[in-house]
């Protein structure tokens, strides 16, 4: 029986190496649309998770999950060679940037390797990890041809950006159009032909994988653009007493040619921060130069230094030292209403303050402790009236819809918001705007 008629029948067994922020959700409507789905990690206490029907991802529901283990849809293992098992295998592993900002695709790399020697006719391949263009068929398409099988003929690839947006009400990975291109039509063919049967969502097919990697940056690098655009606006808004957020507000009246974006104190996410460096460093190797790329980087990279300073003016005011004020800092997920840390901007302003000496306590009602460069640091376990007026400086630099910010304001000192996460808040002269 063909993949083909496997995938249609619903006796295909489908596997996902990866049980992320990515992984597992996918893993999970595979399983909820009707397939075997083995989940594949190299962490134990996530497998064990799985396994046991505990759920760690915000985006999944934990009811979908246990029904689904207890039922014998979904199981999760350490164990590679049951990569045999499986009719159609995504790769969905973390692509991080290096110590010098290059693509570190070791993930991906141990990820092929570890399947290759599991790999059988007719079974289909996608890489969802975010890259930059030409992974698919320069890194990924050799590991796997060494299991002595072609692509194209004897097995087949393809690339599938995820677009997974932790926290979006609306767009889950159920219902968000995919983009898929293989190596061959037949590739192409073969994986839209699985997402079809899975998702809720159209399928975009393209001609090759390069289309669909640069698509997947392509979506990232405007977001961060338009960001840095923005932020450095706010930057010279603020020289010139004008008030950013309203003049965004204004410009959004526009019913057309304008798409708002909004500052803050940088970028977070396993994303935008870093799709922009994949780009860059690929370019390189065509002798170009993505000037407008990389200047709207390096404004957002600048955001958590540009956060601290402004804070330290607003500490001058009161004529309060930097070194040895008390700060607390409202939010250390990347973006509103999820547990998320992942680059999150938050924790550089957290350390640029610390490097100038403030004594620096967060809190966060979605993330109770964090850990960075192997260090933790623990948040506090609530926001009180004797938290807030103990210190010198709040800052909000996540807009957490689940905090009471009147209270903060009639409790605070001084307030510096980076998010405008204040703006119902109808007294505001202990309140200052990025």
Request: hydrophobic share 40%; glycine share 6%; with cysteine.
């Amino acid at each position: 029986m063909s993949i083909i008629e496997k995938l249609k029948n619903k006796t295909a067994v489908l596997g996902v190496i990866g049980l992320g922020y990515v992984g597992l959700p996918l893993a999970v409507e595979k399983a909820k649309a009707g397939y075997i789905t083995i989940g594949f990690d190299v962490q134990k206490d996530k497998v064990d998770k799985v396994n046991k029907g505990v759920n760690y991802i915000g985006d999944v529901i934990s009811d979908d999950l246990a029904q689904l283990v207890q039922n014998g849809f979904l199981k999760a293992t350490l164990d590679f060679s049951e990569v045999a098992r499986a009719d159609a295998v995504c790769i969905a592993v973390p692509t991080p940037l290096d110590e010098y900002q290059q693509p570190d695709l070791s993930y991906v790399k141990s990820s092929a390797e570890s399947i290759v020697p599991f790999m059988h006719k007719d079974m289909l391949i996608v890489l969802e990890s975010t890259t930059y263009p030409g992974t698919t068929e320069e890194l990924l398409k050799p590991i796997l041809e060494k299991s002595g099988l072609k692509c194209g003929i004897d097995f087949y690839l393809a690339f599938s950006p995820e677009r997974v947006d932790p926290g979006n009400l609306i767009y889950k990975t159920k219902n968000t159009p995919k983009v898929v291109g293989g190596v061959t039509k037949e590739c192409t063919n073969i994986a839209s032909i699985m997402y079809e049967i899975i998702l809720d969502a159209s399928v975009h097919k393209v001609s090759s994988p390069a289309i669909a990697e640069m698509e997947k940056i392509l979506e990232n690098t405007y977001r961060n653009i338009n960001i840095g655009l923005i932020n450095e606006l706010a930057i010279l808004c603020n020289k010139m007493n004008i008030n950013i957020w309203e003049v965004i507000d204004a410009a959004k009246s526009k019913p057309y040619g304008f798409q708002a974006f909004y500052p803050g104190p940088g970028l977070g996410g396993h994303c935008i921060p870093l799709d922009p460096y994949y780009l860059s460093w690929k370019a390189r190797e065509y002798g170009f130069h993505t000037s407008m790329i990389e200047s709207s980087m390096m404004i957002n990279d600048r955001m958590p230094e540009y956060c601290a300073e402004r804070s330290t003016k607003i500490l001058n005011r009161s004529k309060k030292a930097v070194n040895g004020s008390i700060v607390l800092v409202l939010g250390v997920a990347y973006k509103q209403d999820i547990d998320d840390f992942r680059e999150s901007p938050a924790i550089e302003v957290i350390n640029e303050l610390e490097k100038l000496g403030a004594i620096v306590d967060y809190f966060d009602p979605y993330i109770g402790e964090y850990i960075e460069h192997g260090k933790k640091k623990q948040g506090l376990k609530s926001l009180t009236r004797d938290v807030l007026s103990k210190a010198d400086l709040v800052i909000i630099t996540t807009a957490h819809t689940n905090i009471d910010y009147d209270f903060v304001q009639s409790n605070s000192r001084m307030i510096f918001d980076t998010k405008n996460a204040m703006k119902k808040v109808l007294k505001r002269d202990n309140i200052e705007l990025l």
